[in-house]
DNA sequence: AAGTGGTCTAGACCACAAA
DNA sequence: TTGTGGTCTAGACCACTTT
């Protein structure tokens, strides 16, 4: 039994955000068995119908899955579904292009202004900064760099080489689950930097992409610079 | 009194595709009022509960708005909320960049395959071609063409000028709503054409954008390609 | 057979907006 | 004051999954 101490909040909120909190915590861990709406509606007091309402809502926002006969469950970002999510890159018939790892860096160091408003540290706060390039069919496609507050990922340098998708690891490894990127996007030409790690000219135009990536409380935990070339694969976004 | 013939369709979602289908004819237009729940329960013989739902699911889909004391009516795309959902050109501090017309010419062609294709067209059927050159603070920044099914559009070439958006143009005066819209992205020099009519030096860097716009019944009703410099400019998108 | 979520009902009361 | 949507309840029955 749970006390909901907020006023002025519908019932099914209170049951949600409590829900929630359990999840953010840690208490109950992607893959875990919810209580059933009976119970639910139990623990916190109401019917069941408002339950009801409240794991809805939670399913709507992709926090868990419910299936009938089965239960509901904290959602896990299977590789099926959603692995490749928030990688917009495809081939020309629309398939998922997924550019194998070619080199890797991880780099620890103290973050600069831009990084540590994006993140919320503090000035010059510690950082990570992984920068890889990745590669289809053997020609280089993307040079990427994330950076991500030091503190959530204790350990990481040692991690290396990391998988080809990172937020599974962030998710597994560090309870860090991605639900939202907002990402800007520039063409522009190739630096001579960048053009030297993807071995094309200089001036080459390059598809930059600037993400920041979101966690479940809608804290920034990556600030991520993407250089794609794009004239066999293309980025593809469905807005509604 | 509206019979429900399909078998084996939740209640909710008979009358929810019910309701759909008389805005979808045009029965129910964009700002009409919707019948109130216990209205609409009775007409399809369920309970308010039911109707209800039909109408959530209406409303999450964009289709209606629902405001408390007031009532439901039939989604409008007011220009406050989403006259530019489609437009993704921001300003470096994330603000809209509303750019102005510059230039315009609407042609009356046959398709090319391509177009006849994605637009579901006869081979070489009559479509029309609206090109554009926009510019923001007297800088030319894009260089637009639409292409659409001359049939949906009957006298759009005689509306010239059109207006800065065209969606609602298309809503208000052909009844087609846009509700999706599928973008591919590149990064490309400018041909000696683009650079011309937007007067960069040629192989400038600049965004390639491929529009598919669906409208509620999926059908693709417009193919656009966009050029934007984004040196000033960055096309922003939210994934979740 | 038991337990789960999915649908549906028939009411109740509340908050908000307009006449 | 009336009508609207928003919340909430307490039940019913169904479909699906597992034991």
Redesign the pocket.
């Known amino acids: 039994m749970s006390s909901l101490s907020e006023q002025a909040?519908?019932?099914?909120?209170?049951v949600h955000d409590a829900v929630m909190a359990r999840i953010v915590s840690g208490d109950l861990t992607p893959g875990a068995m919810?209580?059933?709406?009976?119970?639910?509606?139990a623990q916190y007091?109401?019917?069941?119908?408002?339950?009801?309402?409240a794991?809805?809502k939670l399913?709507q926002s992709g926090l868990v899955e419910?299936?009938?006969?089965?239960?509901?469950f904290v959602a896990t970002t299977t590789p099926e579904t959603s692995l490749f999510h928030f990688f917009r890159l495809r081939h020309q018939d629309e398939s998922q292009a997924i550019p194998q790892p070619f080199s890797e860096t991880i780099r620890r160091r103290a973050a600069n202004a831009k990084e540590a408003q994006v993140l919320s540290l503090e000035a010059r706060g510690a950082v990570f900064e992984i920068a890889r390039v990745r590669c289809i069919k053997k020609t280089k496609v993307c040079h990427e760099t994330s950076v991500l507050n030091a503190d959530l990922f204790p350990g990481l340098k040692e991690r290396s080489p990391l998988p080809n998708a990172l937020y599974p690891l962030y998710q597994r490894s560090y309870g860090v689950t991605i639900v939202r990127a907002d990402e800007q996007l520039r063409a522009m030409e190739a630096t001579s930097s960048i053009a030297n790690m993807l071995a094309v000219s200089e001036a080459t135009p390059v598809l930059e992409v600037e993400r920041r990536a979101f966690d479940i409380v809608g804290r920034v935990v990556e600030l991520r610079f993407s250089f794609y070339l794009t004239s066999q694969l293309h980025y593809s976004v469905s807005l509604r």
């Open positions: 909040l519908p019932l099914y909120q209170r919810l209580p059933s709406e009976f119970d639910l509606a007091s109401v019917s069941q119908g408002t339950a009801r309402k794991l809805n399913e419910r299936h009938q006969g089965k239960g509901t």
